[in-house]
């Protein structure tokens, strides 16, 4: 069974920094898409960015200031949060697929595999 497992979240003041770390195991689907999702009270579900072999991609309200990377030794995700705002505060999640991220833009379900969430918190 495949295991998602997310950490490094935290509090932190405007303009600040995280760095969120998804560890997975028992993910065997190289290069296929994974990607980090938010979601704040009372808000939809957001997808942040994702990244398989081939691209990554970000939302417009975190371009330029996230960035996804990957580590296949490690089977690892990481998100890289700069410059952070009160907006990004969410819960944070990782989630991983079967497919390329070109087949996941139709649709979140093709997330298979999704982690139990990190909270971010950007305050003053």
């Known amino acids: 069974q495949v295991q998602l497992v997310e950490s490094g979240g935290g509090s932190v003041q405007p303009g600040g920094s995280l760095r969120l770390s998804c560890a997975a195991s028992?993910?065997?689907?190289?290069?296929?898409?994974m990607g980090w999702f938010r979601q704040a009270p009372g808000k939809e579900r957001e997808r942040v960015a994702t990244?398989?072999?081939?691209?990554?991609t970000y939302a417009d309200s975190v371009r330029d200031r996230f960035t996804i990377s990957r580590d296949n030794a490690k089977n690892t995700l990481n998100l890289q949060m700069n410059s952070l705002t009160p907006e990004d505060t969410a819960m944070y999640y990782c989630?991983?697929?079967?497919?390329?991220?070109?087949?996941?833009?139709?649709?979140?379900?093709?997330?298979?595999?999704w982690g139990q969430g990190t909270q971010v918190t950007v305050s003053s």
């Open positions: 990244i398989d072999r081939d691209r990554t």
């Open positions: 989630a991983a697929s079967t497919v390329f991220c070109y087949i996941t833009d139709y649709g979140a379900g093709y997330f298979r595999y």
């Open positions: 028992r993910y065997t689907y190289s290069g296929r898409c």
